[in-house]
């Protein structure tokens, strides 16, 4: 029997899956982890210019729970599959936690009110960029100052400077060619944002 272009290339790609599945695992866990870690609670280091598509984004990554749950029901252990099974299942909760709380922000804030851009000063390869942050009725304004650099076009590299509550606006002022000065404080940014 010959297997026409379409079936040959679905058979290939079932063994692809199905030889290098905790490869495959251990990546997806790999980006799930990176992006908690890229959450504003934490570090941020890589963001969408575009505050939908960071969004976008989020919620893609919230499936990633139950993709290694589907995969791990291919391990061979039973040992392996119930870890698995359990961490899962215990990231699944969580990622539909935040998938719920990332909708009813999307659906009750407008964007651009709750992290609106205030101040802009360029410099040779990057921005410090001052955004005032308002998250809804129950929160006051904050002010963040981050310096960002387009790596590619649409991606930046973040990198939080200060980071302010109960504050509507700043001063913030061109020092020099990598210093800044917010709120009389003189910052020294780096040309690459993490790297001289």
Not at 96 to 115: G, P
């Amino acid at each position: 029997m010959i297997l026409d272009l379409n079936e040959r290339q679905v058979i290939l790609l079932n063994s692809l899956v199905r030889n290098n599945k905790y490869i495959i695992h251990m990546t997806l866990l790999a980006i799930y982890i990176l992006w908690i870690l890229n959450l504003d609670y934490f570090y941020p280091f890589i963001r969408f210019k575009s505050l939908k598509l960071n969004d976008i984004f989020s919620l893609c990554i919230q499936i990633i729970p139950l993709i290694l749950l589907i995969n791990g029901f291919r391990f061979k252990h039973i040992s392996a599959k119930i870890a698995n099974s359990a961490v899962s299942i215990i990231l699944i909760v969580i990622s539909t936690t935040i998938a719920a709380i990332m909708l009813f922000a999307t659906i009750t804030l407008n964007v651009n009110e709750a992290f609106m851009p205030i101040h802009n000063i360029k410099f040779d390869s990057s921005s410090v960029v001052v955004y005032r942050t308002n998250f809804g009725a129950t929160t006051d304004y904050g002010i963040t100052v981050r310096q960002e650099k387009e790596i590619i076009k649409g991606v930046l590299l973040v990198k939080n400077l200060v980071r302010k509550d109960h504050v509507y606006d700043i001063s913030v002022k061109k020092l020099s060619d990598n210093a800044v000065e917010v709120m009389g404080k003189k910052i020294y940014i780096k040309r690459n944002v993490y790297f001289p």
